[in-house]
């Protein structure tokens, strides 16, 4: 241990001699970072600091202080804890990694990092993260998979650059339907997670063209937005309903066929198919059609005028019509395509209850869609 302790001494000595960009201190069974690394002045042009493999189990307040040129932090595989509030100081911090440490919080200042592309903050014990990481509008890559999560915030979607989001390995029970403003989102990957439904505008993008969410054994639909893109489903629509689940009428699952129960959004209050002898769409639809039109047109709406979860439809509708993009907000129609004959050449879902869903404003809507054809 002494021996490492003197390596790390004359490689921190010799970085500030010559003034090093890149400090690299990985598997060098540090508990702290060294002291003449923090202290003072010495080591201000500094860009990369690479600490992977150590057993820290905290970083220095000053760190922005003595480090403020930092472009890179690399703590992989430390003993972390918490992040300290100054780290929001660094200005040019491009990446931050701290996987694999014991992270049960992540500090609202992470969202002052204004030119941060990289966050890394897989295998640790978060349970929730803060709204603020909706600021970071230069972010790219978000990785949270393999920690407590059984939420995400609505807030993301203030990230407009983020094209890589993984959260595998949580405990979701539903993505937020803001993710669907996303723009430049190209790969979304939430596999392993409780999911029991997708946002159903999810795939409207062009940018869009991955999505994982394979062992999710409730989700039983998946978007027809998805139809063209790359998704990965397995292990989904496996889970039967038990006795006690079949005699239980949920409040947002449409009953397919006789054992087969979806699941939808809880601002979807009526579900209806093709066998559905309804034509009229509630007081409450038309209402909402009309001032979210009124909203688009520039027409303010109060939040005093409408209850909370009837404003956030009207700034963002449940979805919109498969067949001629027209916003629903609290009912739909639903075309089902059982993924078992959509794909019968592989097997791959043989035994699955999985469907692509069509979201439809109107009984003639859903009768007049169609599939789009794949070309292979």
């Known amino acids: 241990m002494a021996a490492a302790v003197a390596d790390v001494h004359c490689i921190v000595t010799q970085a500030r001699r010559e003034r090093h960009l890149i400090l690299n201190l990985n598997y060098s069974h540090l508990s702290t970072l060294p ?11 500094l860009e990369r600091l690479f600490v992977k493999r150590n057993v820290l189990v905290s970083l220095p307040f000053n760190i922005a202080e003595t480090l403020p040129n930092l472009v890179e932090l690399y703590l992989h595989s430390n003993n972390l804890v918490a992040l300290p509030d100054e780290i929001g100081n660094l200005q040019r911090l491009k990446s931050l990694d701290v996987s694999c440490n014991n992270l049960q919080v992540l500090t609202p200042a992470v969202g002052r990092l204004q030119v941060l592309q990289t966050l890394h903050l897989a295998n640790n014990d978060i349970s ?15 990785d949270v998979m393999l920690n407590r999560l059984t939420a995400l915030p609505r807030e993301l979607c203030g990230c407009e650059a983020l094209q890589c989001l993984m959260v595998d390995r949580n405990r979701l029970l539903s993505l937020p339907r803001e993710l669907v403003l996303l723009q430049r989102l190209s790969e979304l990957s939430a596999a392993r997670n409780q999911l029991t439904y997708l946002p159903a505008d999810l795939g409207c993008t062009d940018s869009l063209q991955y999505v994982y969410v394979d062992k999710n054994a409730d989700l039983r639909t998946i978007p027809v937005n998805l139809w063209l893109k790359v998704v990965g489903c397995n292990g989904c629509g496996l889970k039967r309903l038990s006795e006690e689940d079949d005699k239980t009428e949920h409040r947002n699952s449409f009953r397919y066929g006789k054992h087969t129960s979806v699941f939808f959004p809880p601002e979807i209050r009526k579900v209806r198919d093709a066998t559905d002898p ?9 209402s909402l059609r009309v001032v979210h039109i009124n909203h688009r047109q520039g027409v303010v709406v109060s939040k005093k005028d409408l209850p909370p979860d009837l404003y956030g439809l009207v700034t963002l509708p449940s979805g919109h ?4 993009c027209r916003p629903f907000f609290t009912q739909m129609y639903a075309k089902f395509y059982p993924v078992r004959e959509l794909d019968a050449e592989n097997n791959l879902h043989a035994g699955s209850e999985l469907f692509f869903l069509a979201s439809c404003c109107s009984k003639t809507c859903l009768l007049s869609y169609s599939l789009p054809v794949r070309f292979i």
């Open 278 to 286: 309804c034509h009229v769409s509630s007081l409450l639809e038309l």
């Open 321 to 324: 019509c498969s067949q001629c």
């Open 35 to 45: 002291p003449e690394l923090v202290q003072g002045e010495a080591l201000v042009f």
């Open 128 to 142: 929730e993260l803060p709204a603020e990481l909706g600021q970071l509008k230069k972010l790219l890559t978000l």
